[in-house]
């Protein structure tokens, strides 16, 4: 199994631009989790889908970013403009049977807003 | 909501020692307590983990308690190896099945 994969492993961009980032879950995994990772607020949880609807997207810090899964494979989070305060590691994590079962995260995607 | 709360934020221990690494946290709901430990540039990955009707659990080197009682669970890690150096996380899921993790344990094994 290759595990969850995540694209790019770098971003680097200046404000104002939009960023899409990419994850392609484990196969046969229901749940799929976003999260971001900084120093500050450390690991929080953004949004997570299940079969690929969206249940809760509390997490979301502002109408600037979003996030879909357009099928059982792929999810995209996108965030539309991009600020400097945006800049931290994005991980995307897989599980089956959500949250109370193990999450397998992939690499993450560090992002760095200029 | 759910609050975790994990301590020490960085513990250094001599090769061969054992290494504690402690949580609490608050909502009584909660029946899910995973560890992650993270190496650098990499994600998160699940080492141990325990539900609320088990007290206790070992795996080779690593073992977890659990106290619902007094609402707090440790990592223990025995004869500890340059490799166990990583940041390890506790999480816990709250009264959605979300889950919280802590800020982290920075752990540097000593040669």
């Known amino acids: 199994d290759a595990g969850v994969i995540q694209s790019p492993r770098h971003e680097v961009t200046e404000m104002g631009q939009e960023v899409t980032l990419r994850c392609k879950p484990i196969?046969?995994?229901?749940?799929l989790f976003w999260y971001r990772q900084t120093m500050m607020r450390g690991l929080e949880l953004l949004i997570y889908?299940?079969?690929?609807?969206?249940?809760?997207d509390s997490g979301m810090p502002e109408d600037r970013f979003s996030a879909k899964m357009p099928n059982a494979s792929f999810s995209t989070l996108k965030i539309q403009p991009s600020e400097p305060r945006d800049s931290a590691v994005y991980f995307c994590a897989s599980s089956l049977g959500g949250g109370n079962s193990p999450l397998h995260f992939g690499n993450g995607t560090r992002l760095t807003v200029t | 909501g759910e609050n975790v709360e994990q301590h020490p934020s960085t513990l250094s221990v001599q090769e061969g020692d054992s290494a504690v690494i402690k949580c609490t946290y608050s909502?009584?709901?909660?029946?899910?307590f995973p560890w992650y430990k993270q190496e650098l540039g990499k994600g998160p990955q699940l080492i141990i983990d325990i539900r609320s009707n088990v007290g206790e659990k070992k795996d080779q080197r690593i073992a977890v308690t659990l106290n619902k009682t007094a609402k707090h669970f440790s990592l223990h890690i025995t004869e500890t190896q340059p490799e166990d150096s990583a940041v390890y996380f506790c999480a816990a899921t709250d009264s959605w099945g979300k889950l919280q993790f802590g800020a982290g344990t920075q752990v540097v094994v000593t040669p």
């Open positions: 909502d009584s709901a909660s029946n899910y």
């Open positions: 196969s046969g995994h229901d749940y």
């Open positions: 889908f299940n079969n690929n609807v969206p249940i809760d």
